[in-house]
């Protein structure tokens, strides 16, 4: 078997609440992710106590629409 010719490091933290914090690759700045919109509502999340981020489902679609 060959040596993998890439692996990503990433870490991920909690912030706060649903909210997280990724450092990845080629980024200056962490990524944050949350909860916003129909999938807040979907899980009973209480808008007025978080702070809106895109979610990991949003940057999964991003990068498989690109």
């Keep these: 078997?060959?040596?993998?010719?890439?692996v990503s490091r990433a870490t991920i933290s909690?912030?706060?609440?649903?909210?997280r914090s990724a450092v990845i690759p080629a980024e200056e700045t962490p990524v944050?992710?949350?909860?916003?919109?129909?999938?807040?509502?979907h899980y009973g999340v209480d808008m007025a106590a978080e702070e809106p981020?895109?979610?990991?489902?949003?940057y999964l679609v991003a990068a498989a629409g690109g």
Excluded: N, Q
């Design 1 to 6: 078997m060959s040596e993998p010719v890439y």
């Design 14 to 19: 909690r912030l706060k609440g649903r909210v």
């Design 53 to 58: 981020h895109a979610t990991t489902i949003d």
């Design 32 to 41: 944050l992710f949350g909860v916003h919109g129909e999938i807040a509502k």
